[in-house]
């Protein structure tokens, strides 16, 4: 794969927020990557609460790492 992380610094919690939910993309894209397979079992875990909570923990603790990079947006 192409290096795509150059920094974990980002000016906003927001840009920070939009890093968290792409290092939980790549996080999966790395693990699994077969385009076809994802596709194929993206419709079991897009109806299953559990999953979509797994998720959602992935992209929290990916936001406390960049925010804890970013010295919490210089507070």
């Not at 109806?47 to 970013?70: H, R």
């Amino acid at each position: 794969m192409e290096p795509w992380l150059s920094s974990l610094q980002t000016a906003t919690a927001q840009e920070g927020y939009e890093l968290a939910l792409k290092l939980s993309r790549m996080g999966v894209k790395y693990t699994q990557p077969s385009a076809e397979a994802r596709d194929r079992l993206r419709p079991a875990y897009a109806e299953d609460a559990g999953a979509l909570i797994a998720s959602s923990q992935v992209v929290a603790i990916n936001f406390q790492t960049v925010a804890a990079a970013n010295n919490y947006w210089r507070a």
